[in-house]
Nanobody, 124 residues
Framework: QLQLVESGGGLVQSGGSLRLSCVAS????????IGWFRQAPGKEREGVSS????????DYADSVKGRFTISRDNVKNTAYLQMNSLKPEDTAVYYC?????????????????WGQGTQVTVSS
């Protein structure tokens, strides 16, 4: 069974940090571009960050640049999102996704494997 499973979410105070993990099973993550997305209540799902499968290049939403870092460990078949200096507006359900598109992208369309999401709540 092909699936992505996120973990690492939780409740943190403003200014705190969390590291999200995304473990792939049933397929090798190194062949895929990975994206992290988030969806806050009443809002559209938005791209947060992406890392390509071809050259490891990365992309970030302006709202998280300098605070979030995406990475991958192909040996562990896992992708990560390190989130520092968290703000209340970062509160959302965070999803990881995988795409065979060889360029880092935060557009939703290229992604066809999705995890179930993990809740991140940042208190002020």
């Amino acid at each position: 069974q092909l699936q992505l499973v996120e973990s690492g979410g939780g409740l943190v105070q403003s200014g705190g940090s969390l590291r999200l993990s995304c473990v792939a099973s049933g397929f090798a993550l190194d062949y895929y571009t990975i994206g992290w997305f988030r969806q806050a209540p009443g809002k559209e799902r938005e791209g947060v960050s992406s890392i390509s499968n071809s050259d490891g290049s990365t992309d970030y939403a302006d709202s998280v640049k300098g605070r979030f870092t995406i990475s991958r460990d192909n040996v562990k078949n896992t992708a990560y999102l390190q989130m520092n200096s968290l703000k209340p507006e970062d509160t959302a359900v965070y999803y990881c996704a995988a795409s065979s598109y060889p360029i880092a992208t935060m557009q939703r369309a290229p992604y066809y494997y999705w995890g179930q999401g993990t809740q991140v709540t940042v208190s002020s």
